[in-house]
């Protein structure tokens, strides 16, 4: 079955703590995104990759980290989580093949204290 | 900065009514618009993609339409059904690759 997975889908941890929320497909997409959404304010994007070792700024970077160094995952990192960054955060994928049509995971609820 | 705007904020409708939900944008520079739906506590469920190039796009029960040069696009339900009740979200891509979503319209089907 053609997916997006995330791991964890719930965490809740502590200030500084480092984590890493982890994202990967099966369909073989060049581009993956991730989201954060927050009440009124939408989804908006953190980082892209349009392909392998290829990563660019979103809407949203701050505080965050990505890498690509396989096509198939693409790592959120939170080096020191502050609580600002409690939210519902996604990860998707697509390619040019489909148009650019995105797939989205189901999503991970972080909460930082 | 691309701005894209959902309106209404909320809906509700009776069963069989058919709807429209809107979408704008303010940087007519867009490659393609989707449509999505989110239910409570989940993800996202892509319903219609219309490239840059298309006018519009049929689904089922629903049509999505894309005016560019002035900005909109609509998602049209025809005969709603409670299970229709849900969020929509509009997302366009812009140059480079970047994707901007409004707030969603939350609709509810009243059977």
């Known amino acids: 079955e053609a997916q997006v997975t995330q791991n964890p889908r719930y965490l809740i941890t502590v200030t500084g703590k480092k984590l890493t929320v982890t994202c990967s497909q099966n369909?073989?997409?060049?581009?993956m995104s991730w989201y954060r959404q927050d009440p009124g304010l939408g989804l908006r994007q953190i980082y892209y990759s349009m392909n392998v070792e290829v990563t660019d700024k979103g809407d949203v970077p701050e505080g965050y980290k990505v890498s690509r160094k396989e096509k198939r995952n693409f790592p959120l990192i939170l080096e020191s989580p502050s609580p600002n960054q409690t939210s519902l955060y996604f990860c998707?994928?697509?390619?040019?093949?489909?148009?650019?049509?995105?797939?989205f995971g189901p999503g991970t609820r972080l909460t930082v204290t | 900065k691309q701005e894209v705007t959902q309106i209404p904020a909320a809906l509700s409708v009776p069963e069989g009514e058919n709807l429209v939900l809107n979408c704008s944008f303010t940087?007519?520079?867009?490659?393609?618009l989707q449509w999505f739906r989110q239910d409570p506590g989940k993800g996202l469920t892509s319903l219609l993609l219309i490239q840059s190039s298309q006018r519009e796009q049929t689904s089922g029960r629903l049509n999505a339409s894309l005016d560019k040069s002035s900005g909109r696009s609509t998602l049209y339900i025809a005969a709603s059904q409670p299970g229709d009740s849900a969020t929509y979200l509009c997302?366009?891509?812009?140059?480079?690759?970047?994707?901007?979503f409004g707030t969603g319209t939350s609709l509810t089907v009243i059977p």
């Open positions: 997302a366009v891509e812009g140059t480079g690759n970047q994707f901007y």
């Open positions: 940087d007519s520079a867009i490659y393609n």
């Open positions: 369909m073989n997409h060049e581009y």
């Open positions: 998707a994928s697509s390619s040019y093949r489909v148009g650019y049509e995105q797939y």
